[in-house]
């Protein structure tokens, strides 16, 4: 039977996860696993670079975000689901790799340079908040990829120059010490990204704009009804542009049927913004009800939860172990083992 490609993608443990996340990269996941052995990385040790002084924020947020994935149909069997800090190899490997990148490089990667200049903007001390932890992200994010022999990364096309920076590190691993490592490849897709309630184009968990894929009815009723509309409706019976409105923008992705419906009686003036989004609420939290009844069975029962990822974390970590001797062997560090 021909192997199957190693697919490996993950999240920082940031908090819960949102309805962008599930249409950019949920519902991508859900068709990998059927096609590709996949690793799912909790990336606990990234999420600290930004955290470090909070590590109960990471600490509460691993759990959440395996039950995000769980409700959302990512299933343990297809998947192994692990935790970064919990694989030392990855560690391991991140300083060796760190010898065959320069820091001239790191501070060329497009990535990088946006994030610091955001930085910058952000803090305005000229970058003394750049840690060496985060100028060292794509180091560990190959060392990530590489651990795993992972041959596929599903990424967007501004992800693209961190996976060349990891192709970069692995060829020159290889010429240096044999054909070891993978080369990984992009998988480059289109992941829709969805705007917040407020119309920011990024729904974002820090912008107070976001639906989450664990919100009650109540919860999502009262977000809704706070959602930015065509501010040019007045009165009920006007007429308005339901292509300006954020609630129009959610009926395309939530109200299939009715969705066509809804356009023409808002553009006649023959339906109010109270009751528009009253039906939004309604077709959404439908459309979530049975991820929210799956998580309350893991909400129930932790257990389940620490038992998929204590067993996803062994799994992972036999694999990076394997490649961990191989790294050593041809490197010639592997001392005192019997060849
Ligand atoms: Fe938006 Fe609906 Fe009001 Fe039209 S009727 S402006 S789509 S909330």
Redesign the pocket.
């Known amino acids: 039977m021909e192997e199957k490609k190693i697919v490996l993608t993950g999240d920082r443990p940031t908090g819960k996860l949102h309805i962008g996340h599930y249409f950019g990269s949920i519902q991508n996941r859900l068709k990998l696993q059927e096609q590709y052995e996949t690793y799912i990385l909790i990336a606990d040790v990234q999420a600290l670079t930004d955290n470090f002084n909070n590590p109960e924020k990471v600490r509460t947020a691993i759990k959440e975000l395996a039950k995000d994935y769980l409700s959302c149909g990512i299933d343990p069997e297809k998947c192994t689901i692990y935790i970064q800090s919990m694989i030392p190899e990855i560690a391991e490997l991140t300083v060796f790799f760190s010898n065959l990148v320069t820091v001239a490089r790191l501070e060329r990667n497009p990535t990088v340079k946006t994030e610091i200049a955001q930085k910058k903007e952000l803090f305005g001390n000229n970058g003394e908040s750049i840690t060496y932890g985060f100028l060292g992200y794509p180091v560990s994010q190959a060392a990530d990829i590489a651990v795993f022999n992972a041959e596929l990364i599903p990424v967007g096309e501004d992800q693209l120059p961190m996976i060349e920076q990891t192709r970069e590190i692995v060829r020159k691993f290889n010429s240096m010490y044999g054909d070891t490592l993978v080369e990984p490849e992009a998988l480059v897709g289109k992941f829709p990204r969805i705007k917040g309630l407020d119309g920011n184009e990024k729904m974002g968990k820090s912008l107070g704009n976001a639906i989450f894929l664990s919100d009650s009815e109540e919860e999502i009723q009262k977000k809704v009804m706070g ?1 930015v ?2 501010t040019s ?1 007045i009165k009920k019976d006007d007429p ?3 292509e300006i ?4 923008y959610y ?1 395309k992705l939530f109200s299939n049927d009715s969705c066509k419906e ?2 023409a ?2 553009r006649k003036g023959e ?3 109270v ?3 009253k039906q ?1 609420a309604k077709n959404i939290a439908e459309y979530l009800r049975p991820i929210r009844e799956k998580r309350a069975y893991y909400d129930n029962n932790p257990e389940v939860i620490d038992k998929i990822l204590i067993d996803g974390t062994n799994r992972a970590r036999k694999k990076a172990k394997e490649t961990m001797e191989k790294i050593k062997k041809n490197m010639r560090i592997n001392y005192f083992v019997n060849e």
Request: aromatic content about 4%; glycine content about 8%; some cysteine.
């Open positions: 959602a509309t065509d409706k308005a542009n339901p409105c954020m609630v129009g009926h809804v356009f009686e808002c339906r109010g913004c009751q528009c989004k939004l």
